[in-house]
């Protein structure tokens, strides 16, 4: 199989795998084998495909890039993995989207911080972090790998707006008419104040600690240098 094809059938396989267990299949197997079981079949079936979606990538013979790559081009790179960093730190606490048992309880509360620039704080973090590995890697290999990996956060975000409307009902809906699913939509409507978006203390300092080490652990394993790491050193 020519490479392209097999990283285009292991993109499928990858998302196909994560969207069929996420919703038709979820509560048919959850019930039949329980919902630790499930999870653990689930995480094995994730890992799995995306252990196979990764080989398939770096199998890619050396493309040339379809544009230059400069330093403006890296900043804005670096920023949007910065933001994305801070976007997934804060959606690791207070997370109504995540499958705990407190989520009606978190929904309750007013949306601040990561929340109030999107519902989905942690898919938007996975979205953006592709998007600039393609503007800084414009490789058709890598333009596809990040497509693969942007479209699968965004869309399971709009099933998980279903699933989880389904599954927590009022709390849900009421959670998600306060919030919008795209990044700052509310703010740029008018219907929510620019204030509220300020990031918590463990969204900013974590999300600013985790894209330095990030950055740093890009160059040091061997891949391009970036972030700050590029100007500094």
Do not use: C
């Amino acid at each position: 199989m020519q490479p392209m094809m097999l990283l285009i059938v292991t993109g499928l396989l990858f998302v196909g795998s994560h969207l069929v267990l996420s919703h038709p299949l979820r509560d048919p197997l959850a019930g039949r084998m329980g919902e630790r079981a499930f999870l653990i079949v689930y995480s094995v079936v994730a890992i799995a495909t995306f252990i196979m979606l990764v080989q398939a990538w770096r199998g890619m013979p050396p493309e040339p890039p379809l544009w230059a790559v400069g330093d403006g081009l890296w900043a804005l790179a670096s920023l949007l993995v910065l933001f994305a960093s801070i976007l997934f730190m804060g959606s690791l606490i207070g997370n109504p989207a995540l499958p705990a048992p407190n989520a009606a309880a978190a929904a309750q509360a007013a949306p601040r911080g990561v929340y109030a620039i999107t519902r989905h704080p942690m898919m938007w973090g996975f979205a953006l972090w592709a998007l600039a590995h393609a503007l800084v890697v414009p490789t058709p290999g890598q333009i596809l790998l990040s497509a693969i990996i942007g479209f699968l956060a965004l869309v399971g975000s709009a099933g998980q707006d279903a699933k989880k409307a389904r599954l927590m009902g009022d709390a849900w809906r009421h959670w998600a008419a306060r919030t919008s699913f795209v990044p700052f939509a509310r703010q740029l409507g008018g219907t929510s104040p620019w204030g509220d978006t300020i990031p918590r203390p463990h969204a900013l300092f974590g999300g600013l600690l985790l894209w330095i080490a990030a950055t740093w652990a890009h160059g040091a394993l061997g891949y391009m240098v970036a972030g700050i790491w590029r100007w500094v050193g």
